[in-house]
């Protein structure tokens, strides 16, 4: 079944757009709910520890702005760019980060990351399930490079090809709408990252045997619900209040464990 996010996402941030601090609780529930932000924090921490407070950051293809929100809160001297393909959401998160006045070092504007290059500028590039999307990704990655300063790193979170975009065998579709690619495998985009001028790269599998699982649970099977009928937004409290505390420990299971392998990719890739 392919999946459409976009009407799901513009429903929900009509209900959370009423008041800052609901998309604040909202921010807050996505990152107990997507096991992919779970990793992308630790990184970010880890990460914050050795580029220091003040550090220029980019987040490339910045969505609705959950991970800015994220990173203002690690260091109040990091300047944080959102780079976002769409009008809509640069000028949503432009209005709610100006409502938190915090505009004065968080900004968003508008870029294809395929052209986009500003040498040397950023100490830190995240990029979050957005590779998937675009076609032209060894540009993008060459862009990254190039607008990273001496010792920067770039954080990407992507789908694998072991299972990603819920894609188990060559005659499934990808699950989600939007991707191009139905996931990477592990030695290619590293070839490629190589290719782009990187060369210190470390890779680790996400989403595991317990975190596919509670993906299923959390997402996979509400999204495909509220894609059938809007109805479902009434039953999905209820629903998460069955299933949460089973995804809780499932997700910790997965950040904690080495995986094998995983439908997920997290990527660290230095500029020495």
Avoid at 200 to 207: E, F, G, L, N, P
Avoid at 226 to 232: A, D, G, R
Avoid at 242 to 264: A, H, K, Q, S
């Amino acid at each position: 079944m392919i999946v459409k996010y976009d009407p799901i996402k513009k429903a929900l941030g009509h209900v959370f757009n009423l008041h800052p601090y609901m998309r604040v609780l909202f921010y807050k529930m996505l990152d107990v709910l997507l096991l992919r932000a779970w990793y992308i924090k630790r990184e970010l921490k880890k990460i914050q520890k050795v580029i220091g407070n003040e550090a220029q950051v980019l987040d490339a293809g910045s969505g609705f702005g959950q991970y800015v929100y994220y990173m203002s809160t690690l260091s109040k001297r990091w300047n944080i760019r959102g780079a976002e393909i769409k009008d809509e959401q640069i000028a949503d998160c432009n209005q709610f980060f100006t409502r938190l006045k915090l505009n004065n070092r968080i900004t968003f504007f508008k870029a294809d990351l395929t052209t986009f290059s500003e040498p040397e500028q950023f100490n830190l590039i995240l990029c979050v399930d957005v590779m998937e999307h675009i076609e032209e990704d060894v540009a993008v990655f060459k862009n990254f490079y190039n607008s990273l300063q001496l010792g920067g790193v770039l954080l990407i979170s992507t789908p694998s090809d072991k299972g990603g975009s819920d894609v188990h065998d060559n005659d499934d579709a990808s699950f989600i709408e939007e991707h191009v690619r139905e996931g990477y495998n592990a030695f290619d985009i590293k070839e490629k990252l190589k290719y782009a001028g990187f060369t210190r790269i470390d890779i680790k599998y996400s989403y595991g045997v317990t975190g596919s699982l509670a993906w299923k649970l959390s997402m996979k099977y509400p999204i495909i619900m509220l894609n059938t009928s809007k109805v479902f937004f009434v039953f999905l409290p209820f629903y998460y209040l069955l299933v949460m505390p089973v995804c809780l420990i499932l997700n910790y299971l997965d950040v904690t464990r080495f995986n094998p392998e995983g439908t997920g990719l997290v990527i660290k890739a230095w500029k020495c």
